[in-house]
């Protein structure tokens, strides 16, 4: 079975400041990987998605990630954050047979941005 | 388009209660997941339907828990009875009728506390 692990459960950062958030994943002979944001009292929403092509993808408020098959990894990264993205945010890989998937998450990434 | 509606909200019972949580997917999404997040950690899966059918179910309790897509639509989950390990965020996802590695779109979910 597949298995997501968020290296850091906390990560504190200025506005405006780049930020990574760190994302391992158990290796499959093929993967699709998602991160989701989720803000205080609301559901998931997908942030961006890796199905298959160019490795870097970007996603919605200027997040991007890149997959990175011989480490397995998938992390998310932000050039320049802004107060707004404070909230948690999960990894999660498609895992599924006969064809119908299931995404297992990782325990969350909670983002603190600070004035 | 309408998003996955959940109902209620937040709910507080005591132990031993039982409870129902209500969700209507997407419209056309075949696909319908609940997934159950503890305060702290990831959404964890506890059921999956394709139209009305179980796909998944391996990690539900089902000495307690249950769950029904009756007409392939509407779903409910119910708790009978409640434990204080039971509080937590109950999510329903769905996804669209295409097989593999189309993303959930997720409810805003019933926050349950068990007291």
């Known amino acids: 079975a597949q298995s997501v692990t968020q290296l850091d459960s906390q990560v504190p950062v200025f506005e405006e400041a780049p930020v990574e958030l760190r994302c391992n994943y158990s290796s499959s002979v093929s993967v699709y990987l998602f991160w989701y944001v989720q803000y205080p009292n609301q559901g998931l929403q997908l942030l961006l998605k890796y199905l298959s092509g160019s490795t870097l993808v970007k996603g919605i408020t200027g997040f991007e990630a890149e997959f990175n098959k011989s480490q397995t990894s998938f992390h998310l990264r932000k050039p320049s954050v802004h107060i707004s993205d404070t909230a948690e945010y999960f990894c999660?890989?498609?895992?599924?047979?006969?064809?119908?998937?299931?995404?297992?998450f990782g325990a969350g990434t909670r983002l603190a941005v600070h004035p | 388009e309408a998003g996955v509606a959940q109902s209620p909200r937040y709910k507080i019972i005591e132990k031993r209660q039982s409870v129902a949580f209500w969700c209507n997917p997407i419209s056309g999404h075949a696909t319908l997941y609940w997934y159950q997040q503890i305060l702290g950690q990831g959404p964890k899966l506890l059921i999956q339907?394709?139209?009305?059918?179980?796909?998944?179910d391996s990690q539900l309790p089902k000495d307690r828990f249950s769950a029904e897509r009756l007409k392939g639509v509407d779903s409910t989950l119910k708790i009978q009875p409640a434990k204080l390990e039971d509080s937590a965020v109950y999510l329903c996802?769905?996804?669209?009728?295409?097989?593999?590695?189309?993303?959930?779109?997720f409810g805003q979910g019933t926050r349950l506390t068990v007291v």
């Open positions: 996802a769905s996804s669209p009728p295409l097989q593999g590695n189309t993303e959930a779109f």
């Open positions: 339907f394709q139209n009305n059918g179980v796909v998944d």
């Open positions: 999660a890989v498609s895992e599924g047979s006969g064809g119908y998937n299931k995404l297992i």
